[in-house]
């Protein structure tokens, strides 16, 4: 096990270098051809504001890989409401869906009216005054984008979620790591944690309040439990051995790990008030990176019991175990996707490391990252995106792709490497 433990976190290690500060700059790697036409019109005054909410939502719609915004050079008009509009014009630039408003200072705030207008139905389909603090112009802009893409998708827009990751500064015994939490696109980062030992496997709460994750700082792993808001947090698992990949049930009662107190790393699930330990798996295997279902009924995990790591569902009530993935000789890390139809995963090809998505229905394995270095991937709470980490020439940088392997983009670091994405329950 010590061998084990420590090529886990030699790899980890070699895949990490500086890192200088956590705000990411989104760089769209690849764009889809059927993505929705819209127009995302600079709002009126909002040249006088400190953050230019227009292009926010122009971003966030195009980073979802459901639309392809107009770039503002080929705008030859610039409403600022729904009776300023000239649809004509609009559908000679093919556009189908187009976004207006005005922006303004409000006391020590700001006021943000916007409208969403159907252009070939000329119709207005959305309206609305959003209020935003000092500071909060572009939550205010996530929100509207969420209204946005939830009114002509149907799905609910997932871009006021949040994301946790690792980053590490230095080399060897200089490396410093730490644990930050970000708005979905990247900004706004905020450190919770810094460590000269590894952190590893940020793990959201469903309510979004804590994240459990592994810290090194005993020179053993320990899971713990920190409250993002108040910074306070509890040591959850200490044994010897393996204490990882904590992973919540839905209702937030219990925690789901790797240990490997009685020997191999098993699967545990961990009554958290009561501190009670129910063990999930029983066999000579490595058996990790577990994950419950929507429902709290299942429990996907990773096992090498058939002789490399392929995914296995545990049912919950009767106890009977089942593999789920048989394409190819590696399949690991698997996520149910929100709506529990289909499962993601790290699959490894012959072009490397890759996310794929498999449908449960029908077992059909897809593809969907052009990455061969993927890991650690987190399934956006409605279901649309993916995060993952991954390599851009010697840098570790976030990726994520569209569920359906259309589109995808970057959220690199500016001077180092981020790792382990966790993205965010909705933030109700």
Do not use: C
Not at 157 to 163: D, E, L, M, V, W
Not at 178 to 194: C, F, K, P
Not at 275 to 303: K, V, W
Not at 339 to 363: M, P
């Amino acid at each position: 096990m010590k061998a084990l433990m420590s090529a886990w976190l030699t790899a980890m290690l070699l895949l990490m270098s500086s890192v200088a500060h956590a705000n990411l700059t989104i760089e769209i790697t690849r764009g889809s051809d059927r993505a929705t036409p819209i127009a995302v019109v600079p709002f009126a005054g909002g040249d006088e504001l400190p953050e230019d909410v227009a292009q926010v939502i122009h971003d966030n719609l195009e980073r979802s890989g459901y639309f392809d915004p107009l770039p503002r050079r080929q705008m030859f008009d610039q409403p600022s409401t729904s009776d300023d509009v000239r649809f004509d014009d609009w559908r000679t630039l093919d556009v189908r869906y187009l976004v207006v408003g005005n922006a303004s200072q409000d006391g020590d705030g700001y006021r943000l009216q916007f409208e969403l207008m159907d252009v070939s139905g000329e119709r207005r389909m959305l309206g609305e005054v959003v209020t935003a603090g000092n500071g909060e112009l572009r939550s205010a802009a996530h929100y509207i984008s969420d209204q946005i893409f939830e009114a002509i998708t149907d799905i609910r827009g997932a871009f006021s979620t949040r994301i946790a990751y690792v980053t590490a500064n230095g080399v060897g015994d200089d490396m410093q790591f730490a644990l930050y939490v970000a708005d979905a696109d990247g900004r706004n980062s905020e450190q919770i944690l810094s460590s000269r030992e590894p952190i590893l496997s940020p793990a959201w709460s469903p309510d979004g309040g804590k994240l459990a994750y592994v810290s090194f700082e005993t020179e053993r792993p320990a899971i713990y439990i920190q409250d993002i808001g108040s910074g306070q947090r509890v040591r959850a698992t200490s044994f010897e051995g393996i204490n990882g990949a904590p992973a919540w049930s839905p209702d937030g009662r219990r925690l789901a790990m790797s240990l490997s107190k009685d020997g191999q790393p098993e699967i545990y699930v961990m009554d958290i008030a009561a501190r009670d330990f129910q063990r999930i798996t029983n066999n000579s295997a490595i058996d990790t990176e577990p994950s419950f279902s929507p429902d709290g009924r299942s429990l996907l995990f990773t096992s090498d019991r058939s002789g490399g790591p392929q995914i296995y569902r545990h049912d919950m009530a009767s106890g009977e175990q089942e593999r789920m993935t048989y394409t190819g000789n590696y399949n690991a890390r698997g996520r149910f996707a929100p709506d529990g139809e289909s499962i993601f995963l790290i699959h490894r090809s012959d072009r490397g490391y890759q996310v794929a998505r498999q449908d449960l229905e029908t077992d059909r394995l897809i593809v969907l990252s052009d990455s061969g270095a993927a890991e650690s991937p987190s399934v956006a709470p409605n279901g649309t995106m993916v995060i993952f980490a991954t390599q851009h020439g010697n840098s570790g940088v976030l990726g994520a792709v569209t569920a359906d392997g259309r589109a995808s983009f970057r959220l690199p670091s500016a001077q180092g490497d981020v790792r382990e994405p966790a993205w965010s329950p909705f933030m109700n």
